[in-house]
């Protein structure tokens, strides 16, 4: 679990100074050493967070005289001890224990198709030094990020967006249709737009192979198939139910593969309470896990630690609460925004950014239940779903408009001046193209699918991944095992929605952990004050909506933004969001990573 960084120059050498700048931004991501290596055109750069190997052997970028291979990997690939022998068996010799170097081996013995090999959470650079030939990849479920910028003579890449800020020479203007995403999609930008015109992102389960003259390819290598399968479609429920809880079985030992501790993050909710039970039935006894909660707010409860304490108590784990006040709150939502990628209007990321400081202070890896809502279909809007003629993309993208957009066309034009209104619904068009392609057999289906492949994975996943690494924690996400979401997505629709959402998992989850928190109401990390703005947190909305930077940008309506500033807790979006938030947290984030960005 690292950053990575690089460049790929045509016609010049690689500027290293802007390779330093990138690695310096993503101290946080790899507290625990750095390295660069160069050659020609081509640079990389890694900071490293120590998981595998912890000697200096699994330092990075690891490069291969033999092979003729560099490379520069973030992630964790966890069947590595297998693949590792395989490569054994086949001739090829090991200068360490770790990961990282199967990876490159790997590469050498199977090419492009690696990715097919790995099991894991990954995104790499590998450089052929010979040819010059370079492969970027991600992951399948997009766990681990990969952004990218064109330069006149260049091709940058980075984990994080504000690394390719910080090299320079980017275009900081706003992408119109990352805007539209943003606003409305509740702010799932898809790939390969981000808020930023010159930044783009590599999709999940994708390749790009960078050829010596410049030239590139792109190349999908995964994608879920939603539709029935011949051999389980005489399954019972109860034969569902054993082979899903094997796969999420395998799915969380696979995740103990580390040389050093490994905690969970304990939120009391179905999903993290059967890692838990999950790891104890693997051996994991004194467990640490971690729980937080929020003071109170209009009337909400900021804690669910009734919860967490039943499964922290009947598993005898080495159990943390952390309690958070309203002081330490505020000073947080600084550092929280610094730590995103992208703009990110969940009130979740300042409770995983806090929770994420105090774990670090115990653990450096821990695993968490983010995925299984989508994977499961724990939320709300998939019911309704069956409701929509399978073969009708319109009425399927209207249910879930209804549940799910924050805003409707019109009223998103009418919030934004008139150089930022666009003619088409960028939002409801994009999902309408992804329900009308091939490959998922219901309405519900569809929406899963879509929420598998793109919401979870520029909402949830992204939220985890930065929060944690702004702090040197690992986070694994065992609902995310590929194989797990591929066995998921074939089990029939009625199935996952039963018992008001994840009915199979909670039927599976029986056999594991208690019933007291399988039968509670669904929660979530609630934090109130961001939901309820009033105080220092609508002062902090009001100033960054009148700052200098927003008048110079000026994205949104005056007279809209004066209506929502008025009432400020008067309307919340259907998935509880503030929209004045939302609003000011995208001011917010371009204050902090672009605003005196200068292109160099």
């Not at 660069?36 to 998981?51: D, E, K, M, P, T």
């Not at 990020?145 to 504000?162: E, I």
Request: net charge negative; charged share 20%; glycine share 10%.
């Amino acid at each position: 679990m690292c950053g990575i960084a690089g460049e790929v120059a045509r016609g010049r050498s690689a500027d290293l100074g802007a390779i330093a700048r990138m690695a310096e931004t993503m101290v946080p991501r790899g507290p625990d050493s750095g390295g660069f290596w160069s050659q020609g055109g081509i640079a990389l750069g890694h900071r490293r967070l120590a998981i595998i190997d912890l000697s200096s052997h699994g330092q990075q970028p690891m490069h291969d005289p033999e092979l003729g291979l560099t490379v520069a990997f973030n992630g964790c690939i966890y069947n590595y001890p297998q693949l590792r022998q395989e490569l054994l068996g086949k001739g090829y010799r090991f200068f360490s224990h770790s990961d990282t170097e199967v990876v490159l081996k790997g590469y050498r013995e199977w090419g492009d198709r690696v990715v097919d090999h790995l099991y894991g959470m990954f995104a790499f650079a590998v450089t052929e030094v010979d040819s010059g030939r370079v492969l970027l990849a991600r992951d399948r479920l997009g766990i681990k990020p990969l952004y990218y910028t064109d330069t006149p003579d260049a091709l940058r890449f980075a984990s994080s967006l504000p690394a390719l800020l910080a090299a320079g020479g980017v275009d900081t203007s706003i992408d119109p249709v990352a805007l539209h995403h943003y606003l409305s999609f509740h702010s799932v930008v898809p790939a390969p737009h981000t808020i930023v015109a010159g930044v783009k992102k590599l999709p999940p389960g994708t390749i790009m192979r960078i050829e010596p003259d410049g030239t590139r390819t792109q190349h999908t290598y995964w994608e879920p198939v939603f539709e029935r399968s011949a051999e389980r479609s005489a399954w019972s429920d109860t034969e569902w139910e054993e082979a899903i809880l094997a796969s999420l079985r395998t799915a969380v030992e696979r995740r103990l593969v580390a040389d050093v501790p490994v905690g969970c993050l304990l939120s009391g909710g179905l999903d993290s309470s059967l890692i838990v039970g999950l790891l104890a039935e693997a051996g994991q006894h004194g467990l640490a896990t971690f729980s937080i909660g929020f003071e109170a707010a209009g009337g909400e409860e900021g804690d669910e630690f009734k919860y967490s304490d039943i499964i922290a108590r009947h598993y005898g784990t080495d159990h943390h609460q952390i309690r958070i006040d309203t002081a330490r709150m505020l000073p947080a939502l600084s550092g929280t925004i610094a730590a995103m990628s992208e703009p990110m209007m969940s009130h979740d990321c300042v409770a995983f950014y806090l929770l994420s400081q105090e774990v670090s202070k115990h653990v450096k890896v821990v695993q968490s239940g983010q995925g299984a809502d989508e994977i499961f279909a724990g939320y709300h809007w998939y019911p309704p779903m069956a409701h929509a003629p399978d073969g009708d993309p319109g009425a399927a993208l209207a249910s879930y408009r209804q549940a799910f957009f924050d805003r409707d066309h019109n009223a998103l034009n009418a919030l934004l001046q008139p150089n930022w209104r666009l003619d088409d619904d960028i939002a409801g068009d994009f999902v309408h193209r992804h329900f009308a392609s091939p490959g998922a057999a219901t309405a519900t289906d569809r929406a899963l699918r879509l929420d598998t492949t793109v919401m979870l994975v520029d909402d949830p996943v992204k939220r985890v991944d930065n929060m944690t690494m702004a702090w040197g924690l690992e986070g694994r996400v065992p609902f995310l095992d590929h194989e797990l979401v591929e066995l998921a997505a074939t089990c029939p629709p009625h199935l996952k929605t039963a018992y008001e959402g994840k009915g199979v998992l909670k039927e599976a989850a029986r056999k594991v952990i208690p019933h007291e928190v399988i039968d509670r109401p669904k929660g979530y990390f609630p934090v109130p004050a961001l939901k309820h703005l009033a105080g220092p947190y609508l002062d902090l909305v009001r100033d960054a909506l009148h700052s200098d930077g927003a008048r110079s940008r000026g994205l949104f309506d005056k007279t809209e933004v004066d209506r929502l500033l008025a009432d400020p807790n008067g309307y919340h979006t259907p998935l509880r969001g503030n929209p004045l938030w939302q609003l000011g947290l995208l001011e917010l984030w371009l204050a902090h990573h672009v605003d005196g960005v200068t292109t160099r």
